[in-house]
């Protein structure tokens, strides 16, 4: 079954440095999610893309965080200059068609900013 | 803001019991969904419930959507150990644009003692 893979899986980064976390998501399909899980609580949504732009976004996804799809099958999550609180598990998902589809999650990547 | 909230936060169950999660939203839902996250994992999509007073069933698992779209409860009967994990409802969420986002619940974390 096709999956939704992550990379890396485990970052870990100083305050203030620019991380970028890697998706590809399945190949058919259109809308992307980046979600994610601060430890021990729930699951956050932050920015939805489709067609190349941004269709939804959280308030949660400020101006230090963007999103691309540089190569047609990547899609990245930046955040340019990284806060303590950035620390999370950040979970790619993606949709066929809408978010009322099945959302499928990637495995997700570790973040710690120290 | 639109919100989901879940209740209960923890439950411990003796194996063979049974567990009761429910979930109740803000607003009217167009859907809801149920995820599994086991420890350490990802959110893996359960079920996908849309019309008003359904029920669907999957093995000991039984997912009910009320009337108003605005509540909906997972019931497993007879636990098993491999029930463990955290359970997630989550309804289609609105951001001011015309495509729906998946706004979770807290969750409800079960653990089963053998």
């Known amino acids: 079954e096709p999956e939704v893979t992550q990379t890396p899986s485990h970052q870990v980064t100083q305050m203030g440095q620019e991380v970028i976390l890697r998706c590809v998501p399945i190949s058919n399909h259109l809308y992307f999610y980046w979600y994610r899980q601060i430890l021990g609580q729930k699951v956050e949504f932050l920015v939805s893309?489709?067609?190349?732009?941004?269709?939804?976004k959280s308030e949660i996804f400020d101006d230090q965080f963007s999103v691309e799809r540089p190569d047609g099958s990547n899609f990245t999550l930046k955040i340019r200059s990284t806060k303590l609180e950035d620390s999370a598990m950040y979970f790619c998902?993606?949709?066929?068609?809408?978010?009322?589809?099945?959302?499928?999650f990637g495995p997700g990547t570790r973040l710690t900013v120290l | 803001g639109q919100q989901v909230m879940q209740i209960p936060q923890y439950q411990h169950v003796q194996e063979g019991e049974d567990f009761t999660t429910y979930c109740n939203s803000s607003?009217?839902?167009?859907?809801i969904q149920w995820y599994k996250q086991r420890p350490g994992g990802h959110p893996v999509f359960l079920i996908q419930l849309v019309k008003s007073g359904e029920v669907k069933k999957q093995k000991r698992l039984t997912f009910q959507f009320g009337e108003a779209k605005k509540n909906s409860s997972l019931h497993i009967t007879a636990t098993q150990t491999t029930d463990v994990g955290t359970y997630f409802c989550?309804?289609?969420?609105?951001?001011?644009?015309?495509?729906?986002?998946?706004?979770f619940g807290k969750g409800t974390k079960l653990s089963v003692k053998p």
């Open positions: 607003t009217t839902l167009s859907n």
């Open positions: 989550a309804g289609e969420g609105r951001y001011g644009g015309s495509q729906g986002n998946l706004i």
């Open positions: 998902a993606t949709t066929k068609w809408t978010a009322s589809d099945t959302q499928y």
């Open positions: 893309f489709y067609n190349n732009e941004i269709s939804e």
